[in-house]
């Protein structure tokens, strides 16, 4: 009888033994797997920075384009109306008109 007790309690240690051993190798398992995802999850932040700051200089690049376009063609406008002598004339005459009709309070001058 005490030959079978002794060999429960080696049974009973060798099954700690190894219910340790499992329990330490899920551990290890588990922090590589965490590290791994960490380290997956960087990489993915890293990657969204770059498209970003790609996306925003594009953005930046395409705005100036743009904002070069329309002082261009302003610019052409601007010298077309200069260049015009009847389109002056007709928005000066136009402007000495709306002072000359617009009413004012004599008493507020």
């Known amino acids: 009888m005490k030959e079978i ?3 429960v309690f080696k049974a009973e240690k060798k099954v700690s033994v ?3 051993q499992a329990q330490e190798k899920a ?10 995802n960490l380290e997956k999850i960087s990489e993915a932040k890293q990657k969204a920075r770059e498209i970003i700051q790609s ?3 594009n953005a930046r690049k ?6 070069e376009e329309k002082l261009k063609q302003a610019d052409g406008e601007k010298e077309s109306i200069l260049n015009n002598k009847d389109v002056i004339d ?4 136009n402007i000495c008109n709306i002072i000359l009709t617009t ?4 008493d507020g001058m």
């Open 18 to 20: 190894i219910l340790k």
């Open 55 to 57: 996306a925003v200089e």
């Open 90 to 93: 007709y928005l000066i005459d």
């Open 103 to 106: 009413e004012y309070d004599k």
């Open 62 to 67: 395409e705005a100036e384009l743009i904002r």
């Open 27 to 36: 551990s290890e398992i588990r922090q590589s797997a965490e590290k791994e």
């Open 5 to 7: 007790i002794e060999e």
